[in-house]
C-alpha cells in the first residue's frame, strides 16, 4: 500500500504518531524527539486541514485562519521544546 495514495491510513499513521508522541512529550520521555514528531506532523495537518485561503464564506475563513494560527504558534513551541537541550522549558 502507497502510504499517499491511501487517505485513511495517512490520517490513522499521523493520530497515532500525535497520541504516542503526545504521551511521551507529557511523561517527559524522549522530549526533544516526541516535540519534533509532532512538530513534523502538525504542518501537513495544518496546511490540509485548514485552507483558510480557499475559503469565500467570512464566518467560516475566519475560523480557518483561527485554526491555522493557532497551530503555528503550537509549532513555535513544538520547536522551542526540541531544541531544549537543559531539560527545562527555557529559552536558554
Same mark, same amino acid.
Given at each position: 500500500?502507497?502510504?499517499?495514495?491511501?487517505? +485513511? @491510513?495517512?490520517?490513522?499513521?499521523?493520530?497515532?504518531?500525535?497520541?504516542?508522541?503526545? !504521551?511521551?512529550? %507529557? &511523561?517527559?520521555? @524522549?522530549?526533544? *524527539?516526541?516535540?519534533?514528531? @509532532?512538530? !513534523?506532523? &502538525? &504542518?501537513?495537518?495544518? &496546511? !490540509?486541514?485548514?485552507?483558510?485561503? +480557499?475559503?469565500?464564506?467570512? +464566518? +467560516?475563513?475566519? !475560523?480557518?485562519? *483561527?485554526?491555522?494560527?493557532?497551530? *503555528? %504558534?503550537?509549532?513555535?513551541?513544538?520547536?522551542?521544546?526540541?531544541?531544549?537541550?537543559?531539560?527545562?522549558?527555557? @529559552?536558554?
Amino acid at each position: 500500500v502507497e502510504l499517499t495514495r491511501d487517505p +485513511e @491510513l495517512l490520517t490513522q499513521v499521523n493520530g497515532a504518531v500525535m497520541v504516542g508522541a503526545g !504521551a511521551l512529550l %507529557a &511523561i517527559g520521555k @524522549l522530549p526533544r *524527539l516526541s516535540a519534533a514528531a @509532532l512538530a !513534523a506532523t &502538525i &504542518i501537513p495537518t495544518t &496546511i !490540509a486541514g485548514h485552507r483558510f485561503w +480557499e475559503v469565500d464564506d467570512p +464566518e +467560516e475563513k475566519s !475560523a480557518q485562519q *483561527l485554526h491555522f494560527f493557532k497551530n *503555528l %504558534a503550537l509549532l513555535g513551541g513544538l520547536a522551542l521544546a526540541s531544541q531544549d537541550t537543559s531539560g527545562k522549558p527555557s @529559552l536558554t
